[in-house]
């Protein structure tokens, strides 16, 4: 992880930017909530991942992924979710995905995907829950 990333991550705050993708990192209540921007692909995937790990790592974490922003996700984008649940799960977490558009919600349906996460319409109705 970048030392710049973590140092916003241990403030409960941060952003990483390349030029298809952008991340920011903030918290809300008990909530790490992580909003991507742009497309989630091969190329753009480790700038969610670290985030994602980094707050992934924290025992019992409640990860809200508002996903309001995400006009594309493929199969690396898909997996670098699937692994931060997988991680947030073990260490007694979870990983609720927020307000998907309807291209990204398509490749949850078309997957199975969304059945393994908690998804909610809304960034607020993920927060109140």
Known sequence: ??????????????????????????????????KPEGELD?????????PLESCAEEVGARIVVDCSGLEFCDSTGLNV?????????????????????????????ITGAGAVFAVHSSLDAALAE
């Open 1 to 34: 992880m970048r030392d710049g990333m973590r140092r916003y991550q241990e403030k409960g705050v941060g952003v990483v930017s390349g030029t298809r993708l952008r991340v920011e990192v903030r918290r809300h209540g008990a909530s790490a909530v992580v």
């Open 42 to 50: 091969h190329h753009t995937a480790d700038l969610l991942r670290e």
């Open 81 to 109: 979710l699937l692994g931060a649940r997988l991680k947030a799960e073990a260490a007694g977490g979870s990983v609720h995905l927020a307000a998907m558009r309807p291209v990204v919600a398509r490749v949850f349906e």
